[in-house]
Structure formats: C-alpha cells, structure tokens
T-cell receptor, first 116, second 114 residues
C-alpha cells in the first residue's frame, strides 16, 4: 500500500528564516511520482513541483528547493529566507501507475506560519 | 494555464437538502476528481471520473453521487445533506490517466450544513 507521511503538523518561523518541510513516502513500485502543493488561506491547491522516481536530481526554483532521496524515501521541501506570503498549508503527494484510479495519495499537510 | 472553476465558494444548506456542487475545467481534460478536505484528515477522494458518463468511487463515496454529462463539467451531489458533510470540497482535473500528469485544483467550495 502507498502512504505519505508529513510528520510536522505545524511549523512557525520568523521571516527570513529557512525552513524545511519533511515528506516520507511508502511504495513498493519502482515507478512513481511525487508532488508538492501549496494551499494558501484562499483554499486553492497550487502545484509546485513534480518529480518522477528515476530523477533524483535536486531542484531549485528561486527560494524553493527540493531534496529527493530514494534511499530514505524522502522528498523534502526547503524554503530559504521565508516570507510572510509563504504562510500556507503544504501537501506532499504520491502517485503510482495502476494505483487506485491513478489519483494522488496525499499527506495530511504541514501548516507553515511565517511571522514578520 | 489550466483553469478549474468551482461555481460556489461558500454555501450554507439545511439538513436534508439536495446540494449540487459544480465544477468546470477549460483544458479538455479527461479526468476529473472531487476531494473533501477536513482538518487533521487531509484530502480524501470522493469520486473520480475518467471520461464522460464514467465514474469510479473514491475512498469516501457514501452520501455522495456525481454526474459527468459533458467533458468539461463534473458535478458532486449530496442527495440529502447532513451536518457531517460540512467541509471544504475541492474539484480537480488531469489531462489523462497517466499518474505522472499534474492534477490541477479549483479554489474549493466551503459547505456548511446546518
């Protein structure tokens, strides 16, 4: 069975601090896809990144970076120099071929609060 | 850009009412989804549709039904609303059934059943 665990329920930081959101996944499939979504207070889930299981390269996009490590089944997300606008709930998700309806299995989310 | 539009952002309905939540996507996506989001429980899949008139139950289909008469529109129906269906409902779409394709979400509908 597939599972995504985001152990941090809530994190609070002060602006300009770096923060890492953890994501640990479980699957027996060798081909799978990992995603991060951001959900600001407005409610819409915004797609941030997709990574397939064959691509372990880390990704950097501005202040955001992602560290994918198959050895530890982790796909962690780091925000550098956090800003108040980064305050949101962040979801990590897993998708596998042949999985139930091909949908995403979501973690329960990490609520990030960035204080000025 | 993909646009997924949910017709109602905030609704208040009475117990026993029939409730329709509408969702439209503008990218000719085959797959559409309805999720429910509750504090501490994350997102749970209610129903999935992979084509017009085709649907599959998700993890929590009880008390819900869906309709997909046109490719761009996917409706969630609460036949007889109950207070335990008070929640945030999210619609989503995806280009095809490839699990690596990105799922795009609407802004959500906050439903309160009183």
């Amino acid at each position: 069975a597939q599972k995504v665990t985001q152990a941090q329920t809530e994190i609070s930081v002060v602006e300009k601090e770096d923060v890492t959101l953890d994501c640990v996944y479980e699957t027996r499939d060798t081909t799978y896809y990992l995603f991060w979504y951001k959900q600001p207070p407005s409610g819409e889930l915004v797609f941030l990144i997709r990574r397939n299981s064959f691509d372990e390269q880390n990704e950097i996009s501005g202040r955001y970076s992602w560290n994918f490590q198959k050895s530890t089944s982790s796909f962690n997300f780091t925000i550098t120099a956090s800003q108040v606008v980064d305050s949101a709930v962040y979801f990590c998700a897993l998708s596998v071929p042949g999985g139930s309806q091909g949908n995403l299995i979501f973690g329960k989310g990490t609520k990030l609060s960035v204080k000025p | 850009d993909v646009k997924v539009t949910q017709s109602s952002r905030y609704l208040v309905k009475r117990t026993g009412e029939k409730v329709f939540l509408e969702c439209v996507q503008d990218m000719d996506h085959e797959n559409m989804f309805w999720y429910r989001q509750d504090p501490g429980l994350g997102l749970r899949l209610i129903y999935f549709s992979y084509d017009v008139k085709m649907k599959e139950k998700g993890d929590i289909p009880e008390g819900y039904s869906v309709s997909r008469e046109k490719k761009e529109r996917f409706s969630l129906i609460l036949e007889s609303a109950s207070t335990n269906q008070t929640s945030m409902y999210l619609c989503a779409s995806r280009g095809d059934r490839v699990p690596g394709n990105t799922i795009y979400f609407g802004e959500g509908s906050w439903l309160t059943v009183v």
